[in-house]
């Protein structure tokens, strides 16, 4: 018996400790990689010399990235950037950015998360915006955008955040009535124009910190809005404005 448990245990494996199940490749420098689960990781790309080498460290995770951050004081990215890359969730900081025309051709049936802070985007990106099929979340903060036009109410979009830029305009029917969460905080907006009064399904309304004067009815129409900010403004009377949000 004694023999036969000593030969057992000789042919018995020692249990793994290598990462091989694991979806983080062991180096992938300038960028680190956080696995949550075998089909989530999150990858932060920062403190880079060049593109270059980004590309070269994404190219270890193959084809498909549920969520990539790239972050850098001075770099530019090139129209290449992610060819051959399908990104579901893309979150770039990169202050020399000041548009996005070519930079997302490849991503049309990918991206559903996309966002851009701290950059010099002017116009609305609408162009390259509309081919994203599944885009649902986008984030447009800390950028000079001044004012939105009606082509933007063509995306199907249900969260929009476009807190810290120039915006001083809205354009009648611009924001997609599919929206269920809008963010205009800190921007210049002085009046509504009854621009708002057509998103029946938002739910969440931020507008503080901007020069808006009187509400009148404009939020008359956001019958689903449970949560609004208005704080930082000069309204003088929210009566008028607020007698028709029962679920406030």
């Known amino acids: 018996i004694i023999f036969l448990f000593s030969l057992l245990a000789a042919f018995t494996p020692e249990p793994s400790t290598s990462n091989s199940e694991s979806v983080c490749p062991s180096d992938v420098k300038p960028c680190t990689c956080v696995e949550e689960s075998m089909?989530?990781?999150?990858?932060?790309?920062?403190?880079?010399?060049?593109?270059?080498?980004?590309?070269?460290?994404?190219?270890?995770?193959?084809?498909?990235?549920?969520?990539?951050?790239?972050?850098?004081?001075?770099?530019?990215?090139?129209?290449?950037?992610?060819?051959?890359?399908?990104?579901n969730r893309l979150k770039l900081k990169l202050p020399q950015i000041s548009d996005i025309d070519n930079l997302l051709t490849n991503q049309e049936e990918c991206l559903q998360l996309l966002s851009f802070t701290k950059g010099h985007i002017a116009e609305f990106p609408i162009d390259a915006l509309i081919p994203i099929k599944n885009l649902s979340i986008l984030i447009i903060s800390h950028n000079q955008i001044t004012e939105l036009k009606q082509p933007i109410s063509r995306l199907g979009l249900s969260k929009l955040i476009l807190e810290d830029n120039r915006i001083f305009r809205i354009h009648s029917e611009a924001i997609p009535h599919s929206l269920t969460y809008l963010n205009l905080n800190n921007n210049r907006l002085r009046s509504l124009n009854s621009s708002l009064l057509h998103l029946t399904n938002l739910t969440q309304l931020f507008l503080s910190d901007n020069a808006i004067v009187n509400l009148n009815n404009e939020l008359s129409g956001l019958i689903n809005l449970y949560k609004l900010s208005i704080g930082g403004n000069n309204i003088v009377s929210l009566k008028d404005s607020l007698k028709n949000l029962l679920k406030m």
């Open 39 to 87: 089909e989530y990781y999150y990858i932060t790309c920062k403190d880079f010399d060049s593109i270059a080498q980004v590309k070269s460290a994404l190219s270890a995770f193959g084809t498909q990235i549920p969520d990539l951050t790239i972050k850098h004081d001075t770099a530019v990215i090139t129209e290449d950037m992610l060819d051959g890359i399908c990104i």
